[in-house]
């Protein structure tokens, strides 16, 4: 089958998630200012251990063959390493996303002894003052050292996870040789102005100029590098495509089960709005993911809508649907990023107030000042 084909069948559907993501907690012991799910507090009506682990042997029986485990900070869990456990010995591979404040040398060790298991260490500047002022005061040293237990252990490859932002796209090589110097693979991200992030993305997402900037590194260095297919809307830069697909993925090949089992388009947009159903109604996961309403609406062709008449439609598909939301921009319109400038124009018609608000929010309270 040929990659437009594939791509083509993607558009409508498949029988089950190539991607799935799963947050198990809104609970962090982090307050970063660009999280997507705005975590902070453990909500009291996350899915229980056994309610996780039908959800995981609903996955198996549909041949999901790995998921992508989050939070929040999901070894917050005191049943992690029992889901995860759960998981492997289904046949379901694990990848999960960490800031590494608990991977201490017993618990690397232990996760070096587990088979198809892959971590994610969240990592958002190569210095301390970088990171620390997205991620939290300590959180870069807390990283380095999780890195340097999963090393010692001999876990093998992990992953070096990078949110770019328009103060560590200058970092990108240092991040490169960060990887390599663990034998690790550099992972990079896009921002999404969604959850925490919906209040930073204006000061902290890279200027246009910042965007060629990525897309030529990604050039550079893009077969050794992995990036979850966000940056497919800067491919409108040239006639060379990024590698991996040039689509968004929502409810079509990807979605998101969060911690209370309610089921959203993709991890960026969770939003009653995309919210397509939740695994504990009858028929689960796999009905929610085959019939719902939101989903077969997504798997149907989409307008061009404005970018019909661009010449570049074709090569970045309008973007991101979630930035769009986000930003308040139409989703049949152009992406807030987009390299040409028009979803920079659109913005500056937008007001503030009117653009949508993430539907949960479990930051911690601002801490209360002590006044002598």
């Given amino acids: 089958m040929s990659a437009e084909r594939l791509v083509d069948q993607m558009k409508m559907g498949l029988d089950a998630p190539i991607c799935l993501t799963w947050e198990l907690t809104y609970a962090c012991n982090l307050e970063c200012v660009h999280c997507l799910s705005s975590s902070g507090q453990r909500d009291p009506h996350e899915l229980t251990t056994e309610q996780a682990k039908t959800v995981l042997d609903e996955l198996r029986d549909l041949q999901v063959f790995y998921i992508n485990i989050g939070g929040g900070e999901p070894m917050v869990r005191r049943d992690f390493f029992e889901i995860i456990e759960h998981a492997i010995n289904n046949g379901i591979g694990v990848k999960f996303s960490t800031n590494g404040a608990f991977i201490d040398k017993k618990n690397a060790e232990r996760l070096a002894a587990l088979d198809y298991l892959d971590i994610q260490i969240s990592l958002d500047g190569t210095d301390a003052a970088t990171n620390d002022a997205v991620r939290g005061q300590g959180s870069y040293d807390t990283a380095i050292r999780a890195m340097n237990n999963l090393r010692d252990a001999g876990f093998g490859q992990f992953k070096i996870s990078v949110v770019v932002t328009r103060h560590n796209v200058d970092q990108l090589d240092q991040f490169k040789e960060l990887a390599d110097s663990y034998g690790a693979q550099l992972r990079i991200t896009r ?24 897309y030529n590194w990604l050039l550079a260095h893009g077969e050794n590098v992995l990036t979850g297919d966000s940056f497919f809307h800067l491919n409108a830069l040239g006639e060379e495509s990024l590698p991996g697909l040039n689509l968004c993925g929502a409810g079509r090949v990807v979605c998101l089960i969060d911690p209370l089992g309610d089921v959203y388009a993709c991890p960026f947009v969770i939003h009653d709005e995309f919210k397509a159903g939740t695994v504990l109604a009858d028929g689960g996961f796999t009905k929610v993911w085959r019939e719902s309403d939101l989903f077969t609406e997504l798997r149907e062709p989409q307008s061009a809508g404005a970018c019909a008449s661009c010449g570049a439609f074709d090569a970045c598909q309008g973007g ?38 993430p539907s949960l929010d479990h930051s911690k309270p601002p801490k209360q000042k002590v006044h002598a």
């Avoid at 969604?194 to 990525?214: K, M, S, V, Y």
């Avoid at 987009?338 to 659109?346: A, F, K």
């Avoid at 937008?350 to 608000?357: E, G």
């Fill in 191 to 214: 921002l999404r102005p969604a959850g925490r992030g919906a209040d930073t993305w204006h000061e902290l997402h890279p200027t246009n100029a910042q965007q060629r900037q990525i």
């Fill in 320 to 357: 991101c649907m979630a930035a769009k939301f986000f930003t308040g921009l139409p989703l049949d319109g152009p992406d807030p990023e987009c390299v040409g400038g028009d979803g920079e124009i659109l913005l500056a018609s937008v007001p503030v107030a009117l653009t949508p608000r």
